[in-house]
């Protein structure tokens, strides 16, 4: 009965700390001279996005589900547009919607900017995320110029600007 007793406590005991769930979204980028342009890779969870893109536009959109909506991959795209800003060499870039695909709970969105000058200046706003979740972390990879870096982007924390 003791040993009962005892292990009822240390199973409420562990069941009392919540799990507390990470908010984090990856980006690659990598500049490709040879094709003359970028290409963004972007790892967001499905849920997230889902989230994410029925505050904004009102509406369920239904990922990846039979439900989903028609307009679904216009409407990514304009969530990623509104939130996400690039700038080469000053400038701001227009950013093209390519694909999606889903990998597990994880929706991989493709797309490009075309450039077929030397990028002496790369700078990155991405926002994804940061009005659902306050502590949303969005990680961000660069490969430009055959210089590898690694950004992390928060709430506080929106931008950053590299010099090449």
């Known amino acids: 009965m003791r040993k009962a007793i005892s292990l009822l406590f240390v199973m409420l005991f562990l069941c009392s700390f919540s799990v507390h769930k990470f908010y984090v979204s ?15 890779t972007s790892r967001i969870f499905v ?3 889902e989230k994410a893109l029925t505050k904004k536009y009102n509406k369920k959109i239904n990922l990846t589900s039979s439900r989903e909506l028609p307009d679904a991959d216009a409407l990514i ?4 547009k509104e939130k996400v800003k690039i700038f080469i060499n000053n400038k701001p870039q227009n950013i093209t919607f390519l694909a999606r695909e889903l990998e597990g709970d994880v929706l991989i969105l493709y797309t490009k900017i075309a450039i077929s000058k030397k990028i002496n ?12 979740y306050q502590d949303q972390q969005n990680i961000v990879h660069t490969n430009i110029n055959s210089n590898k870096k690694s950004i992390l982007l928060t709430n506080t924390e929106l931008k950053e600007k590299i010099d090449y």
């Open 77 to 80: 795209e304009g969530y990623l």
């Open 121 to 132: 200046t790369f700078e990155i706003y991405n926002s994804l995320l940061t009005e659902v």
């Open 26 to 40: 990856v980006m690659q980028i990598d500049h490709v001279p040879s094709k003359k342009r970028v290409e963004i």
């Open 47 to 49: 849920d997230d996005l």
